[in-house]
């Protein structure tokens, strides 16, 4: 079974490692990616302003020629996922914006298109139960905090992801790799987004919230699906031990490089390297690489 | 007890029935059948409950007074039961309604209560020696009831029932400590429920409210989280009978909480989720609240969430003016999360008055929750043909002539039932459904 795949820019770049366990614990798995021909930046923010159609252009015409291709499209990055979702969405309610908006890109899409998550591919298509089946790995109780952000989850109507106050999806795909998974309240909270261009200490002082819960929770390591999310958590923890010196690193990893350990992969090629904080000391403690 | 005496039926020479009944037995339809028997007519009250009282009962004090909900409450529910024109129904439901104004037929189902009223002398040594206890609705969970049971010490009629659900006997055969020890050899757990007719020239529908279920409101953990209760819960434990004997001490692990956080408008003015209505009540209960508290714990700190005061009653601007003086804080914003951190609970809200966000660790969290219609309310106006609106109260005949009667003649509307009210409000727009029924039967 193949899927149709728009990676988006980051997974090109920052977010290599992401993008390339992905595509490796898809083959194990049965399926391959398909990377959408002639992809371009998904639009990076769905508009607030109600009437600014032409933030959509992109990802409408993302949507647009995927559908000439299958009916399934399938990504990775959660904000890439939030945009063209809720775009799709909208394509589907409001007749109105969607005549207006395929009379500029010169298509004709009517929103017909499922859009999933890589996750939600696991979960309906391939089944968790099958997943655990195909686990090489156990993660040996590794205690693993899904952090979910908020793009995957809000606004609900439009997502449909999972429960918004308290999702389980995340937990279950864990469980199935024979992760523990823990529970922390901040779970479902921002990582500071784009404050880290601007206000840089605003997204700091979240990533130091949501890290700490998780530790205070018992987790050894962070699993992100999200490339922004990431950056923050990960990458500015050096500069959140300048803020708290009591603050203890932890490990952030895509929850794609945690499929790849348990199914096996070669430790080599799941791009730890990308990771500020290096999660191999506690893999090795866990015998896991 | 009133359903002793022999009754006359009243009717006119057209065989008009002059004779109500009221549903529901809260402070609205024990207000009505006391003006309807007091006019001389006779009165049936239904009440689902094993006795009368409502909601009222588990207040600890009602607003602007200050004065004891018990204590104004329990002479009316004497009253009601040893008046000689009213005939109480507890534990019973109406099942069927037909007819018309002056000749309604109506049927009643009395459930099982496995015990013979008739022979019960309201002792209490059955309640005292059953070994089955289980949380109390009347406690909102808080507290352990037995599986025989009265509602309160003071309740009207003073006659227990058995939960089978919960009773030893009915789960395990076996037990029987209530049978054993009855001097009057009133428990009969073959007891089955009775189907009743009655005929009657007019009815007063007063069944009442709901509260819409802490568990609805994730952003509040979803009803998991222990101390996080609503406003009925926090009567509970403010009340002398209560679980905790009316000191403050939090569901969780019983301490006396220092810092309180009160949220109105949790589920109500909120078109987008839950309720779009003002449910009218919950800012003046909720600084009644704050001040009850503040008058048993000194030294505690409370905030209070609020999107505007809506204090339009007699007395009730001034209650909320002492209360802002007694030193409780106001902050006007909605609270968007509450999540537990070790002991306490992490509050975030918005200051909108100063553009700030509000982080509060707090010992306890209060939810004024929406007051919503029974989910039953929309079978009864089915049965006894009347409208009922998109929320499931029921529809009065226009919005602002005829705020007591149906669309069905004979047929009237009495408090929260209608629409959210407070007591005095319920009072009057009882005693108005009563005054309505008098000229009924006045002109027939």
Redesign the interface.
């Known amino acids: 079974m193949n899927y149709l795949y728009f990676p988006g820019c980051t997974l090109y770049t920052k977010a290599k490692n992401f993008d390339q366990t992905a595509r490796n614990c898809s083959l194990l798995l049965g399926f391959e990616l398909v990377e959408l021909p002639n992809w371009t930046c998904c639009g990076a923010t769905f508009p607030l302003a109600t009437d600014n159609l032409m933030a959509l252009l992109p990802p409408a015409r993302i949507l647009a020629r995927a559908k000439e291709q299958g009916e399934v499209l399938t990504t990775l990055c959660a904000i890439c996922f939030n945009v063209i979702k809720r775009t799709n969405h909208l394509l589907q309610k409001d007749g109105e914006k969607r005549e207006k908006i395929n009379q500029f890109i010169e298509m004709n899409y009517q929103g017909d298109l499922k859009v999933l998550h890589y996750l939600e591919i696991l979960k309906q298509e391939i089944g968790f139960p099958t997943l655990q089946e195909k686990v090489k790995k156990p993660l040996n109780e590794l205690q693993a905090a899904p952090y979910y952000g908020c793009m995957l989850l809000r606004p609900f109507e439009e997502m449909g992801f999972d429960d918004k106050e308290r999702p389980t999806l995340f937990e279950e795909f864990l469980s199935a790799l024979g992760a523990r998974p823990i529970d922390f309240p901040y779970k479902i909270e921002c990582c500071g987004s784009f404050q880290s261009v601007g206000t840089p200490e605003v997204a700091t002082e979240c990533a130091y919230r949501i890290l700490t819960s998780a530790m205070r929770q018992g987790a050894e390591v962070v699993v992100s699906t999200c490339p922004l999310c990431t950056f923050n958590l990960d990458q500015k923890q050096s500069d959140i031990l300048k803020d708290h010196l009591d603050f203890k690193t932890i490990p952030v990893l895509y929850f794609t490089q945690l499929l790849g350990v348990a199914m096996g992969l070669d430790p080599q090629t799941l791009g730890f390297e990308q990771n500020a904080v290096d999660p191999i000391p506690l893999l090795k403690r866990k015998g896991l690489v | 007890m009133g359903g002793e005496q022999k009754i006359e039926m009243g009717a006119s020479e057209n065989g008009f029935i002059k004779r109500a009944m009221v549903i529901g037995g809260g402070i609205a339809g024990i207000t009505a059948s006391i003006d309807i028997g007091n006019a001389g007519y006779e009165v049936l009250l239904v009440e689902r409950l094993p006795s009368i009282g409502g909601h009222m009962l588990q207040l600890s004090e009602t607003f602007p007074t200050l004065d004891c909900a018990q204590c104004t409450l329990t002479p009316k529910t004497v009253e009601t039961g040893q008046h000689p024109r009213i005939r109480l129904h507890t534990y019973s439901e109406v099942v069927r309604v037909a007819g018309r104004a002056g000749n309604f037929s109506v049927q009643i189902r009395k459930k099982a209560a496995y015990v013979d009223w008739e022979k019960c002398t309201g002792c209490g040594l059955c309640q005292q020696k059953c070994p089955s206890k289980y949380p109390s609705e009347f406690d909102r969970r808080m507290g352990l009831g037995k599986a025989i049971y009265t509602l309160s010490p003071q309740a009207v009629p003073n006659k227990p029932v058995i939960n089978p659900d919960h009773c030893r006997y009915f789960l395990e055969k076996k037990c029987r400590v209530c049978e054993k020890i009855c001097p009057v050899g009133a428990i009969n757990y073959q007891q089955e429920d009775r189907l009743i007719e009655e005929k009657v020239g007019a009815i007063v529908v007063a069944t009442g409210f709901d509260l819409m279920p802490v568990e609805r409101f994730?952003?509040y953990g979803?009803g998991e989280i222990p101390d996080v209760i609503d406003g009925l819960s926090f009567e509970r434990l403010n009340s002398a009978s209560g679980p905790t004997n009316g000191e403050i001490r939090r569901p969780s692990d019983g301490r006396i909480p220092k810092e309180v956080v009160f949220i109105q408008c949790s589920g109500s003015r909120d078109p987008e989720r839950y309720m779009p209505y003002c449910s009218r009540v919950c800012c003046m209960y909720t600084a009644k609240h704050a001040r009850l508290y503040k008058h048993k714990v000194h030294d505690g700190q409370v905030y209070i969430f609020y999107m505007d005061i809506r204090s339009t009653g007699k007395g009730y601007e001034e209650f909320i003016q002492q209360t802002m003086e007694e030193g409780i804080l106001y902050l006007r914003g909605r609270v968007s999360r509450i999540?537990?951190?070790g002991e306490k609970m992490?509050v975030w809200g918005v200051d909108t008055l100063t553009g700030k966000k509000v982080e509060v660790l707090a010992d306890l969290v209060v939810l004024a929750t929406a007051i919503v219609p029974h989910q039953e309310t929309k079978t009864l106006a089915q049965i006894l043909g009347i409208h009922s609106d998109s929320y499931g109260f029921l529809t009065e005949a226009e919005r602002k002539l005829k705020p007591v009667e149906t669309n069905q003649e004979g047929i009237y509307l009495a408090g929260c039932v209608q629409g959210p009210k407070d007591i005095a409000d319920t009072v009057a727009h009882a005693n108005a459904a009563a005054s309505k029924v008098q000229a009924l039967f006045a002109t027939h």
């Open positions: 994730g952003e979803y999540f537990r951190e992490v």
